[in-house]
């Protein structure tokens, strides 16, 4: 058994996460495939295109063994943690032999030279670092120039190369032992719109879903998720949630917003002077966003907004050190790597919710996340709350 480990979300599948997965396959003569995937909320900090369990059974059809979840608190961070916590999950089970990422440039070398500099970071990258931070650039920004003008990198690096550039950190700061590979992105930038050759980004395929024009979907995605897709109700945005969101945050405090994750240098007051003004999520994100508070970020606040995700909690309980295995899908490769993670006794493995228990609050804590997370999901597409209870895993049964 040679098993490859995949961290993604694919929201939705489209032809290059099926390219992604073949040529992965293929580079590294794996035998069966973990997908590490985000659960109902996602990176960007929006709600995912569909819930967790059509999209994981996606996958399994599309060619994936085991689908396991990225747990909530991991899944709306910054590109490290979310790197962190995914690498975290495939290293704990003790049996993953590869990891390959997506990548803008391909070149491996260059992105194992970054994370090389950024695990032994030393004092004239932190003055330049800091230098730019108070010039008022984002973070990823200040680092970008900051690696430029160290000569460590000469180019600017897009939204794959960054998180490569962060699997490999976490591999390193884990001491693990699984090998890491990169695969060149195929035509399409992350954030284009554009169809080209059957290629689109998930954002464009997104965009198209909620324009109605499923005839440009169906060229870009496999036919698997299309049927799944054309049979789907209540697609869900990051408008959907505006309202609550609105409600929640004219009905705190500015003190209490500024205990918030990721909430920093006063940004509370721009939120709720903005959330008073605007009547919709577009205007109020263009009037909160600025240089140093990405789109991205002030999305992933929202959500830690939502469901009271406090600095102090994150910095002091370790939250996001991922302490369990939710399984998602499976077919019956994914049953044999179950088998035989079954036989560590070390790991907390869901398979069926109603009959897990634990005392561990770390645990519950992030549990509790993940449930909280469902079950917005849920009022937002008016259905029965507790899906996570109802739910078990898909199960592929082989022809």
Do not use: C
Not at 107 to 119: K, Q
Not at 233 to 262: Q, T, V
């Amino acid at each position: 058994m040679k098993i490859l480990g995949v961290i993604v979300e694919y929201n939705p599948f489209h032809n290059g996460h099926a390219y992604h997965l073949e040529k992965s396959i293929s580079m590294t003569n794996a035998t069966h495939t973990i997908a590490v995937m985000s659960g109902n909320f996602v990176q960007r900090g929006e709600p995912a295109l569909m819930d967790k369990w059509t999209r994981a059974k996606i996958a399994v059809e599309n060619g994936v063994s085991l689908v396991i979840e990225l747990p909530f608190a991991n899944a709306i961070s910054s590109a490290e943690k979310f790197a962190f916590g995914s690498v975290f999950l495939l290293n704990q089970l003790n049996i993953v032999n590869d990891i390959v990422f997506g990548s803008e440039s391909g070149n491996v070398d260059l992105v194992e030279t970054i994370a090389d500099y950024l695990v032994n970071e030393n004092e004239e990258y932190k003055t330049t670092l800091q230098y730019f931070l108070t010039e008022g650039l984002s973070f990823p920004a200040a680092r970008d120039l900051a690696l430029r003008k160290l000569k460590v990198n000469s180019e600017s690096l897009n939204s794959n190369d960054i998180l490569g550039i962060e699997y490999i950190k976490a591999i390193k700061q884990l001491d693990s032992n699984i090998k890491y590979h990169t695969l060149k992105r195929q035509n399409i930038d992350y954030h284009s719109l554009d169809i080209v050759n059957s290629f689109a980004s998930a954002t464009g395929i997104r965009n198209k879903i909620k324009e109605k024009d499923f005839l440009s979907v169906r060229a870009t995605v496999p036919s698997m998720t299309y049927n799944y897709i054309s049979d789907y109700r209540d697609f869900l945005f990051i408008d959907d949630y505006y309202e609550i969101l609105r409600y929640k945050i004219l009905s705190e405090s500015n003190e209490y917003l500024s205990e918030i994750h990721e909430v920093t240098e006063g940004i509370e007051n721009r939120i709720i002077e903005s959330m008073r003004k605007s009547t919709d999520m577009t205007t109020f994100l263009e009037n909160v966003k600025t240089k140093r508070f990405t789109m991205t970020r002030i999305k992933r606040i929202l959500l830690n907004i939502l469901f009271d995700i406090k600095t102090k909690e994150v910095d002091k309980y370790d939250l996001l050190t991922p302490k369990y295995i939710n399984i998602l899908a499976a077919d019956n490769k994914g049953l044999e790597i179950l088998r035989l993670l079954k036989k560590n006794e070390d790991l907390n493995i869901i398979t069926n919710l109603s009959k897990f228990t634990t005392e561990d609050p770390l645990l519950k804590r992030q549990l509790q996340l993940d449930l909280k997370a469902s079950d917005l999901y849920s009022i937002l597409r008016r259905e029965q709350l507790g899906q996570d209870y109802f739910n078990t895993p898909y199960i592929k049964k082989a022809l």
